[in-house]
């Protein structure tokens, strides 16, 4: 059965930071990419950045220089690093597959001004 959990969410100030994970099972989980996506209130899903099983990176330019995705292999988790956040930043964040096959629950992010 595959499995996404996010994890890592909260309330946090703007210029604050906050580290989301992503626990996965049920697939190899070292062969496969994953991405952060989120979705703001009345907005549509956008791409956040994206990390391959060879850990190549994609960062949308909203989070560029900001935002860091990467991988444990050991752990079967997948982690993004968000610092300097600002309100825009609010969301619900998502975890998925690289092709976008499975999806976790999402976890909210508000970051106040």
């Known amino acids: 059965q595959v499995q996404l959990v996010e994890s890592g969410g909260g309330l946090v100030q703007a210029g604050g930071s906050l580290r989301l994970s992503c626990a996965a099972s049920?697939?190899?989980?070292?062969?496969?990419?994953f991405g952060w996506h989120r979705q703001a209130p009345g907005k549509e899903r956008e791409l956040v950045a994206t990390?391959?099983?060879?850990?190549?990176?994609y960062y949308a330019d909203s989070v560029k220089g900001r935002f860091t995705i990467s991988r444990d292999n050991a752990k079967n988790t997948v982690y993004l690093q968000m610092n300097n956040l600002r309100p825009d930043d609010t969301a619900v964040y998502y975890c998925?597959?690289?092709?976008?096959?499975?999806w976790g629950q999402g976890t909210q992010v508000t970051v106040s001004s």
């Open positions: 049920g697939f190899a989980f070292r062969a496969i990419g």
């Open positions: 998925a597959t690289m092709n976008k096959a499975y």
């Open positions: 990390i391959s099983a060879s850990t190549s990176t």
